[in-house]
């Protein structure tokens, strides 16, 4: 004789406690990174501020009597170096940004299916941005980090500056197209819908007050001869 399995159902008291226990564990994950995401934030503006004052103090972390000017004090002046600085400059703005995002959908219980292509995209830009940015390494060092200086530097020292702004391009393509869902048909038929209401309203600004006022006078005329046409006719008809 074959063995029969046996499934156990799980009582209803215990999947309610299981997913109060994921549900709360979601409050708590999802405020702490939306806390994270303010905090990091704060400290990216200040290391923007004070970023060449707080250079010794990020080397000298441990040293107490060495005051940071972050509004975090070393481990935010700390911190910013690293995301900053050491990785992808101004464009570390991004990782604040997802952060607070999963958090909030965490937090409120929203649809969690995008938190993943989320990060990816958001780290494509990232990347993307940094080495953007790392081409104007020479009008502000710190705008693209040492990863898009690095990064930029190793392409230029292959294919030049117009490979490297043809790869910028077709990685910009990439995501209007695929992320953005941007197409050129899509862009042409908004382009003649805007192009079309304009003409109309400004085709309709350039009729002046008296023109209009001739339009009514002309319409009303009309409308009065057709009147006094029915009008004798209704009489003809009476008549015969």
């Known amino acids: 004789m074959l063995n029969k399995k046996t499934v156990t159902k799980e009582p209803d008291g215990l999947k309610k406690t299981s997913s109060k226990k994921k549900r709360s564990r979601e409050i708590i994950i999802g405020g702490f990174l939306i806390l994270i995401a303010i905090l990091l934030f704060l400290s990216f503006i ?5 970023w060449k004052t707080d250079f010794t103090s990020v080397e000298m972390i441990f040293d107490r009597t060495k005051e940071s000017a972050n509004i975090l004090k070393k481990i935010g002046a700390w911190v910013s170096h690293i995301f900053i600085y050491n990785f992808f400059g101004v464009s570390s703005f991004i990782i604040p940004f997802l952060l607070f995002i999963t958090g909030f959908v965490l937090f409120f219980n929203l649809n969690k299916t995008n938190i993943l292509i989320n990060w990816i995209w958001g780290l494509y830009y990232t990347l993307w941005s940094s080495i953007l940015f790392g081409m104007l390494d020479e009008i502000y060092p710190i705008l693209g980090g040492l990863v898009g200086f690095e990064i930029s530097q190793f392409i230029v020292d292959y294919i030049g500056k117009i490979g490297l702004i043809t790869l910028l391009t077709f990685g ?6 695929l992320h953005w869902k941007l197409t050129p048909e899509l862009i042409s038929n908004y382009l003649l819908k805007t ?9 309709d600004a350039e009729i002046s007050d008296d023109t209009k006022d001739e339009l ?6 009309n409308q009065k001869e057709t009147l006094e046409n029915k009008a004798e006719i209704n009489k003809k008809s009476d008549e015969l």
């Not at 079309?196 to 309203?201: A, D, G």
């Open 195 to 203: 192009g079309y209401y304009y003409l109309i309203k400004k085709t």
């Open 216 to 221: 009514v006078t002309v319409e009303f005329e």
């Open 172 to 177: 910009a393509l990439l995501f209007i197209v």
């Open 46 to 50: 200040s290391f923007f501020l004070n």
